[in-house]
């Protein structure tokens, strides 16, 4: 029970340094929320969202899951989406996954973990769909970062296919789903190129014309 307790003297400490800081902050959080931002993380306890882009409680609603994994069947997850954008009206919606993940690297080696397998069987999926690529990669440690990058570009495209999300885009609603990793090493974030905004532009990420 010592390590419970501790957590609760670390919240008191935290709350009365917040309360230093901004005598409000409570009050004002507590009338409401009104982020301009839904983040799609992994459930790994490295990459806390709000921390790592420096923003307070407040200003992020956030959903996580192992792997940072979209898929239509998780209502969970897509009654997520749906909150942000029609109650919240968020603007942005970043799916972020981080290097070393440790779902994907159990995805990539087909290990067996037991229930969690039905889960990663989607980043399966993604590895399969680019075997060609990754094949061309000549150690594990490549294909595995590659394969981290690759699911994020994927679940990006798999939020934009949302009912939820294209309504939105239907009904003039700006709206912009971005595609970030996140690296353990450093502390940094980076940008992989992927940012979809539009029916249109969907449409050419999912379809992209030939080089």
């Known amino acids: 029970m010592k390590n419970i307790s501790r957590l609760f003297a670390n919240n008191r400490a935290w709350a009365e340094e917040m309360t230093r800081q901004d005598p409000d902050f409570f009050r004002r959080l507590a009338r409401q929320q009104s982020p301009q931002y ?3 993380g992994c459930s790994d306890s490295r990459v806390p969202a709000n921390q790592i882009v420096g923003l307070p409680p407040g200003e992020m609603f956030v959903h996580r899951n192992v792997a ?3 898929v239509h069947s998780d209502l969970n997850c897509l009654s997520t989406i749906q ?3 029609e ?3 968020v603007g942005h919606i970043v ?3 981080h290097y070393g993940c440790g779902g ?3 995805a990539l080696r087909n290990e067996r973990s037991g229930l969690i397998d039905n889960w990663l069987r989607h980043v399966q999926d993604v590895g399969r769909k680019n075997r060609a690529e990754l094949d061309q990669l000549e150690t594990q440690p490549r294909r595995h970062d590659r394969l981290c990058e690759l699911n994020v570009l994927e679940q990006v495209l798999n939020v934009s296919q949302t009912t939820i999300v294209r309504e939105a885009w239907l009904k003039g609603h700006a709206l912009a789903v971005h595609g970030w990793i996140y ?4 502390g ?3 940008d992989l190129g992927l940012s979809v905004a539009s029916e249109r532009e969907l449409e050419t990420a999912l379809y992209p014309k030939p080089r």
Request: hydrophobic share 65%; net charge neutral; glycine share 4%.
């Open 38 to 40: 839904l983040w799609i």
């Open 68 to 70: 940072n994994v979209v």
């Open 83 to 85: 909150y942000a954008i």
């Open 183 to 186: 690296n353990l090493d450093d």
């Open 188 to 190: 940094l974030l980076r």
């Open 95 to 97: 799916v972020c996954g």
């Open 104 to 106: 994907v690297l159990a």
């Open 87 to 89: 109650v919240l009206r």
